[in-house]
Every structure is written in C-alpha cells, then in structure tokens.
C-alpha cells in the first residue's frame, strides 16, 4: 500500500505541473503545496479497517510526508447509517466494526473547511479457493557479471489456484506468506540433546497479484492462477545449512475486489513496470476515487479500497525435485505466527507436523 500511496502523490504533482502548460514545458515541482493523501483499506476484518491521512511532500524533498492532525472520517453506508472513525494516532484512524459484504459504501473525510468523498462501491461476497495445487516448474532468470548476462535455472514447484467467477464477483487480489519451520539439534550425545523450533517468514512483494476473467473468454473460473514460487532447494531461504527443514506453513490472504479495483491495481502495476518507451503508460492514468466536494478544483490522491476477505492456510512440502511426493493439507487454525524466530526444546504454537 505504501509503494500505492506514493505514486498517487507524484501523480498529483505531475497533474499540477501540466495543467497550466501551453506552450513550453516549465515544471516548478519544488513549489506544489502539500495535498491531501488518503491511504484506505476496508474488509470484514477488523484488524484490515484502516485510514491514513497524509500531506504530499515537494517532488525534491526527502522529508517525510506531512502529518493532518484535527480531521474527521466516516465509511457510510448507502441507507445512512455510518462508522466513525477513532483517530489511534495522528492521521490514523481505525473502527470497531467492519463493512457487511453486499453493501454499498463511501469515505467521507472532513478536513479543515473541506469536505473529501468516494465514490460509492459495492463490498463483494466473501471470495472462496476452489482448488489449491502445485506443478513442476523450472523458473528462468539472468544473473549479470563481468562476462555478461548468464541465464539461470531454476527448479521448484509454483502454487497455483483455481477460483470461481460470478456475476457478484470476478476479480481478485492475492498476498502471501511462507513461513519455513526448521529445526537443529545440539550438542552430540552422550551430553543431553537441545532442539531448536525455528521458523523464518518470506512475503510477497513487488507486483499487486490480481486475478479476474480474460478477455473475450466465457469461463466461469480463474484457473491456474500462479500465486507463488517455491524453490527445491530449501536452503536458499535459511541463513545456515545446520538447519533442517521441517516443512512450510504458506498463507494467502484472499480479497475479493470490484472491477474498477482491479483497473486501478492493474494500471499501477503498468507504472511498475514501465521501462520508459514511448508507449508506457504515464501517471496521468492512474487516478484514484476519491473527490473535494466543496471544492472540486482541489486535488486529493487516494484510492477507497473496500475489500472482501479470506485467509487461506497449509502445511506443504516438496521434496527436493520433482520425483518427489507432494505434502499439502489445509491448516484450519488461525495461530499468530511471528516473523522469525526460534524456541528452545518446545514447539511454537502454530508449529506444523508431518503426520
């Protein structure tokens, strides 16, 4: 959400910039005054109910973004009844009670003498995985050195999903997390043994990982959805070779969004991956939904992004090449797993067995 947040805000400069621009391209990007920035994310989990407000900063500056301190903010819902809320922090506001999937909502933000909102949005069903599976692939990359790029590859399995497409919902997003447990036994017997439970997380970054119909296609599914990558070679994601893999705990969270979400993280993932030619897409495309009414020639950078939402939880494990048997069982409990860490002769409560 940060890397969103901070394209919107060049976004609105580089609005600013070309707006008077007639002739002759002249930027005074150093002078824009701070605009209001709006971070928001709304699901039927409490703990993703969530509104920042920040000021812009100048397009040169390094400082950190303006704080807003005094403001009011509200999801409404269409029949009027409203959520407030409580300001934990300067800029940030949390709820006590989330959105009801099937109704419609929008942002009101009271700021000073100005009046900030969204657009209406309709909060999707509770999106479901039909089908969870993995399938053998090598990934191909290049790795650069003194003697050129040097192709590389790399064996392991990729994560993929199946998910139902329906009229009241057809677009989804993904992240995710794996979490490797491992485990170490010292010293040699005969002294008495010490075991260690340790556990190292991994998170998705980079591109938003949307998923939705294809064009022009009359399926009633999202079929082989990649969601992540997973190496043989376990190794690669411990910091020591003593430690022993003990299989991976991979949790997807699962939103289901409406198509003009789905627009909005597509056109950013574009930004992303722009390389500078003469056809990338350009800021100026990616706008967000949320509006000044007492005054509409102000601009405001922000997305209303009101979510359905469902955690996904399994213990896997794939062997060491694609010869080898398969371990996936879906976890049900929903245990707080901290990033990294270790537990000396007892197991972690979330920890995962092989049987």
């Known amino acids: ?34 605009l209001l920035v709006v971070e928001s994310h709304f699901t039927n989990n ?31 819902e269409r029949q009027g009844s409203s959520l407030t809320g409580i300001e934990s922090s300067t800029g940030y506001f949390t709820f006590l009670s989330t959105p009801i999937p099937g109704n419609k909502y929008f942002l009101r933000i009271t700021c000073g003498n100005d009046i900030y909102e969204s657009d209406k949005v309709i909060m999707p069903p509770l999106p479901t995985i039909d089908t969870l599976y993995t399938e053998n692939e090598i990934q191909k990359s290049y790795r650069t050195d003194d003697s050129g790029p040097t192709l590389v590859e790399t064996p392991g399995r990729n994560i993929c999903i ?8 057809e677009y989804y997003r993904f992240n995710w997390r794996s979490v490797i447990q491992w485990g170490y036994a010292y010293p040699a017997p005969p002294i008495p043994q010490r075991i260690l439970y340790g556990w190292k997380s991994r998170s998705q970054e980079g591109l938003f990982n949307l998923a939705g119909p294809k064009e022009f296609s009359v399926t009633d599914k999202v079929e082989q959805h990649p969601i992540l990558f997973m190496n043989y070679n376990y190794l ?15 949790i997807i969270d699962q939103y289901g969004i409406t198509k ?16 500078g030619s003469l056809f990338d897409p350009v800021m ?6 949320i509006h000044c009414t007492t005054d509409p020639t102000k601009t405001v950078a922000g997305f209303f992004d009101l979510n359905s939402y469902r955690q996904y939880r399994y213990f896997m494990d794939f062997g060491s090449n694609e010869e080898s048997a398969v371990i996936q069982r879906r976890i049900n409990r929903k245990v707080d797993i901290p990033g990294n860490g270790f537990l000396v002769n007892i197991a972690p409560q979330f920890w995962e067995n092989y049987n």
Do not use: W
């Open 1 to 34: 959400m940060k890397k969103l947040i901070y394209i919107l805000s060049k976004l609105v400069l580089i609005l600013l910039t070309f707006a008077s621009c007639e002739d002759y391209y002249n930027p005074h990007l150093d002078s824009v005054p701070g």
């Open 236 to 250: 690669t994601y411990l910091d020591s070779a003593t430690q022993i893999k003990r299989g991976y705990i991979i």
């Open 46 to 76: 409490l703990n993703q109910c969530y509104v920042k407000l920040t000021k812009s900063i100048d397009f040169y500056s390094t400082d950190q973004a303006g704080e807003i301190a005094g403001a009011k903010v509200e999801l409404i």
């Open 162 to 169: 199946d998910a139902p497409i329906t009229s009241s919902l």
């Open 284 to 289: 100026t495309q990616v706008t967000g939904n």
């Open 260 to 275: 003009e979400t789905y627009d909005f993280y597509d056109k950013l993932n574009q930004q992303f991956t722009a390389e």
